[in-house]
């Protein structure tokens, strides 16, 4: 490893890391990635498919895409949710999961190419400079004609707008943490993790080599991308 090479885990959000959050993630994050595996069948998800989930987590998605494609390769850099996750592996018999304790900058793919590569909410963790890196790497990882399926936090407004925008995201912020997320982790968010403006991860994914074929937002923040690898 090169010297200047990131230290992921130094990066990964020190909540990431700790065994007492990840027991309560799922309640937390309340995700159901059932939309995101219509989208991914309807775009030849298949039973013949690789799948990779970059910064997977509990494995939310893992879990749910596993009975329909034929391999996935969960990737987080946390040994807490990595232990969790394969733990929920072996308890389910899942036996097409392979478990990873690696990051976006470190993960090697083996074996077939990924025809779909999955990231959820985990890819703002790192910043700008190692966010493109971290694409070209999952461009690395896909077919030609693969599918990368980008969820994050992407603030989709200008510079001018911001202010306004981040007070209305706040807005909405709960104010019980063990079912969403407070003003003050919203606010902890916006100060020392590393979301990006959407026009910035658009030029991104580009250089990366990857065509946008559908993106959306909810509150200006949460930002779904549906790309194809050229
Ligand atoms: C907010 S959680 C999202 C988990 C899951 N994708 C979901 O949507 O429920 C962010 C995850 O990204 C992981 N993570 C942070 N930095 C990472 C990196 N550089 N490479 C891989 N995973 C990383 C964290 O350990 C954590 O599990």
Redesign the pocket.
Known sequence: MKQWWLD?RA???KE??DESYVSG?DRK?G?DPTDDIEVLEALGLSPESVVV??????G??TLAVAPVCRRVVA????PA?TAALRERVEHLGLDNVTVVE????S?EHVGAPADVVF????LH??PDFWKAI?LERAAGMLRPGGILRL?DLVFDFAPAEAEERIDAWMSGAVTDSAIGWTAEELSEHVRGEFSTYSWLLDAMLDRTGFDVTERSFRRSVYGTYTCTRR
């Open positions: 992921e990066y990964a959000g990431h890391l993630y994050a995700f989930d970059l910064g997977a987590g509990t939310l998605f990737v987080d850099v946390s949710m690696d990051g976006f900058l993960y990231t959820r909410n985990a963790q790192l971290a969820r």
